[in-house]
């Protein structure tokens, strides 16, 4: 399947399911790149292999050629009414790829790497914790721990999500658990005895700050909004599968029950903090279409 542009803003706006269906080809599709840059690491042909793979052929051609393994085109002295026809047809094929849209990933990317002062689209009211005070309060804030290290005010200032109670509690209490889990977590990651739980366990509330800043850069108007709540929906998930793996180490034995005892009760929280979120941004997302009906 080709890759599905952004909706056009004359175009019915996407559902959540839509946008979510989207987000986890491009997730997949990632996921399947990373494998096969891992599996093909030692061969000598690796990128062109990894590009056929993908589907990226016209790539794959490229690499090919330049390794000699497809002789170069060599064009002859007679002009050819057939090739300049081709060539008329390939620069129609590229002026079309040059005007594709990103994919939901690739937007993602661009906005967390871009200037915060890009995204100045505020989030609405509507949406916006009711208690931000009082839920950052249950989180410690981020500390510089080394020399070098930045405090939390330093690094968020390059946040477009920075203002988003939610994104800063994520954040902290991602952190938070990340130092409490750390002598549980040194050692080569291919001999974890936890085949990958303590990782899953570790990932969860990051992967939710993550998609609360992706959410935001796609913004709260009538067409992007619901692939803001996919994203939210994504991070929910990841907290959920967190949630899981947690359980299964202090099963196992992999952590002290006690240690998992006093963060399972705030990962739990976090759910909760995270679900709240969604159900503010669908209530939000109905007030606008509504308007449309």
């Excluded at 300049?84 to 094929?93: A, H, I, N, Q």
């Excluded at 005007?99 to 689209?121: G, K, L, V, Y």
């Excluded at 599968?241 to 998992?260: H, T």
Aim: some cysteine; aromatic content about 6%; proline content about 8%.
């Amino acid at each position: 399947m080709g890759r599905r542009p952004f909706p056009d803003e004359d175009e019915k706006p996407w559902s959540e399911e839509e946008w979510l269906a989207d987000m986890k080809r491009n997730d997949a599709r990632a996921d399947r790149f990373g494998e096969l840059l891992e599996t093909l690491r030692d061969h000598p042909d690796r990128d062109a292999r990894v590009a056929r793979e993908m589907g990226w052929d016209q790539l794959a051609d490229r690499l090919d050629e330049q390794r000699g393994a497809v002789p170069p085109f060599e064009p002859s002295d007679e002009p050819d009414e057939s090739d300049e026809d081709e060539d008329d047809v390939e620069d129609d094929e590229d002026d079309e790829d040059d005007e594709e849209e990103p994919t939901t990933e690739e937007f993602e990317a661009w906005a967390e790497e871009s200037d915060p002062e890009d995204h100045d689209e505020p989030e609405p009211r509507a949406v916006q914790h009711p208690s931000p005070e009082a839920l950052l309060a249950e989180a410690p804030p981020i500390e510089a721990e080394e020399e070098g290290d930045e405090d939390e005010e330093s690094f968020m200032r390059r946040e477009p999500a920075r203002d988003i109670a939610e994104y800063r509690y994520t954040m902290r209490l991602g952190l938070k658990f990340h130092h409490m889990l750390k002598p549980y977590a040194d050692g080569d990651a291919d001999d974890d005895p936890t085949d990958g739980l303590l990782g899953q366990a570790l990932i969860g509330p990051h992967i939710a700050s993550a998609k609360i800043v992706g959410g935001h850069s796609l913004g709260y108007s009538k067409h992007y909004v619901n692939g803001n709540i996919a994203c939210q929906r994504i991070g929910l998930d990841a907290v959920d599968k967190s949630i899981r793996a947690y359980e299964q180490l202090r099963s196992d034995g992999f952590l002290p029950a006690e240690l998992v005892d006093s963060i399972l009760p705030q990962v739990r929280r976090m759910r909760g903090v995270l679900a709240d979120r969604i159900e503010r941004l669908r209530a939000y997302a109905r007030s606008l279409h509504a308007v449309d009906e």
